[in-house]
Nanobody
Framework: QVQLVESGGGLVQAGDSLRLSCASS????????MGWFRQAPGKERELVAA????????YYTDSVKGRFTISRDNAKNMVYLQMNSLKPEDTAVYYC????????????????WGQGTQVTVSS
């Protein structure tokens, strides 16, 4: 049974920083592509950042480039999302996700999902 568990969300003010963490129970974590998605009220779920298992190549949606950084620690089965210079429009539930047996990591068809962690940014 696969579990992804997010943590690190909270209520912050615009300009503040947060670091989200995701713990994976998968034995083959080092061969999983990992992504962070978010979903704001009334909006569709959006791929925010992703990291490929083969070479640690990263992807960021345009709205977070230069502010967010995705990273992973394969020895600990952890993936992180460092979020700096947060804006009110970053407010959403953030989800950790994993997909495997592929090098395509910037598409939304991820296989495993966490329950999400709330990030709220006040102005």
């Amino acid at each position: 049974q696969v579990q992804l568990v997010e943590s690190g969300g909270g209520l912050v003010q615009a300009g503040d920083s947060l670091r989200l963490s995701c713990a994976s129970s998968r034995r083959a974590f080092s061969m999983d592509n990992m992504g962070w998605f978010r979903q704001a009220p009334g909006k569709e779920r959006e791929l925010v950042a992703a990291i490929r298992w083969t070479d640690d190549s990263t992807y960021y949606t345009d709205s977070v480039k230069g502010r967010f950084t995705i990273s992973r620690d394969n020895a600990k089965n952890m993936v992180y999302l460092q979020m700096n210079s947060l804006k009110p429009e970053d407010t959403a539930v953030y989800y950790c996700a994993a997909k495997y047996l592929t090098t395509e990591y910037i598409t939304p068809d991820y296989r495993y999902w966490g329950q999400g962690t709330q990030v709220t940014v006040s102005s």
